[in-house]
């Protein structure tokens, strides 16, 4: 597939389902736009795209289209993917430095 990647379109790189035991919890599969592989979407990764454009893509085809792209805009994890990403690997989440006190109960 050759075509050119639009710009105005995010790339959403999720993990493949059959490279992963580890699921967020109420995660969707979806299937990578490009290599048509199951694919992962959190909650808060769907949230965050949710009303921009975007395609979803598994992990192999982000870095395949980042590495013949000059400006790829790939996403960057936002906090509540990081935080979610901790809970489903039974981590502490990040402390994150800007964000609010932490409510405990
Ligand atoms: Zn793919």
Redesign the pocket.
Known sequence: MDEPWPDDILTVSCLRAADTNSVVPGSLVKT?W??E?SIWISPATLDHVRNQPHRL??M??ALEVASKDDDPKLLPPTADQLKELAEALGLEPPEDPDGPPKADG
């Open positions: 990578c490009r290599c592989a893509v598994c192999q085809c």
